[in-house]
């Protein structure tokens, strides 16, 4: 490199072979001669690319290469020292996974978070594309928002190259309702949906699948989860990013199973993401999805199927009856719009105010009682399928009208539906995620 780099200016810069640099975002690189790899991709001459202003990547000049870099604010150009960089690390493994002489490459990425997940995923995309292959990328972190939202899982089919999953279209949605799966019944809807992804992508006959996963690797209940996902997916190869975890999935899967276990480095100096930021980006995920031609519908209820909600897809019980199994409703009956039970729960939605109803000594003890707002029956992010019940859009319940006997549902989705999954996550009307949600669902 022959320029010490200020940031905010636009600097021309001239690469030897084989040097790497690192850029840190907002930047607009241009490959003004030579050519050089980013993300696992070769940028050639007249060539060029964006790095966000929350994303750092390490490029490597394939042969005597000129850039022009254009930064922002905050931007920087830096000459990483000696071992700093896992260019030429995640060269080799993308090599590995290449030179495999099976013909589906099905490759999990597994490491802990900020390790380079996301990136690696996307790298190992690049460099199977360059190379001829059909490439499937699927997020399996349930918490990420890089190609859908979360709570989500989606495939994505890349046909040009790129440095962050942003950058892609969701080809396949699936809903999982959680974004933390330390929560047994989250790792059951992620299984899956991972599962059913994988079928996809073989239906659309990819040859590479790259999967992502969480960043929760550090329990063993974590650990279990992982191997868990190893173990119902089958891939070719797992590529792990820590020397813990890699040790670890040596141990169990052992050297006859069929999967090779790949370690690959992670990134020394990487851009962090703070809280906010990343509550920035989910709300600007969430934004993107729904401002996009989305309107409301209104489907009745008891037609439409509705999935994981407890109260409105309860056993309807009339007022009387849910009056006997608890008579302090008694007093509040002109404000009871529903009753229901499912389970162990009497659901009652009230027309306002929260009324912390003890059904008292006379009541049917079977059963706990489960007040709840109808306001607060709004703003549930729920999956939406098509009659065939596959997952084909997202939705936020806008409304439950009792009167009409209808929900409301704002949805990009302009088919059919047959049914509504409904999950543990509340949007508020500006995409906070934040909302806290009922015991029971809605
Ligand atoms: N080779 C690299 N050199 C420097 N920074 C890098 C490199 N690769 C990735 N990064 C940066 O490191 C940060 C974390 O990377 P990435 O988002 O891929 O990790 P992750 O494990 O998916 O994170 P998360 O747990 O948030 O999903 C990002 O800002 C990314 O741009
Ligand atoms: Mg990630």
Redesign the pocket.
Known sequence: MNANVVPGVLVELELKTGEIL?I??PARVEVLDGSLLA?GAIYRRGESFV??S?????IKALEDTKIKATLGEGASVEE?SEDE???DD?INVAKIIREDPRKIKKVIII????????????FIANYMMERGSKVCVIEG?V??E?LAVPGTLSLALPLRKFL?LRELKCERIRFVGCISPSHVQCQLHVLTALRELIEEAENLECDTIVV?T??WVSSKQALDFKVSIIRWLRPTHVVT?SNDIYDIMRAVLGHNFFTVVLKAR????????SREE?RRLRIEAYRKYFSAGSKTVSLRLGEVGLIGSCVLGGQRISIDEAITLCPSLQPVRDKVLFTSLYGQYLNVVLSDGLHSITCGESADHSYIINAVRKDDLSGYLVGVLDEEGKDVALGIIEDVDFNNNVIKVRTPYSGKISALVVGRIKLSPNYEDTGRVLRCGI
């Open positions: 690192r840190v975002g993300v790095v966000h929350l994303r750092s990547y390490g990483p960089e896992v260019i995640w490491g802990p978070v900020e390790s380079g997940k996301t990136t690696l995923t996307a972190d918490g990420q890089d962050w992502n969480d960043g990013l992670a990134p020394m100096k990487v851009k962090e993401r990343r």
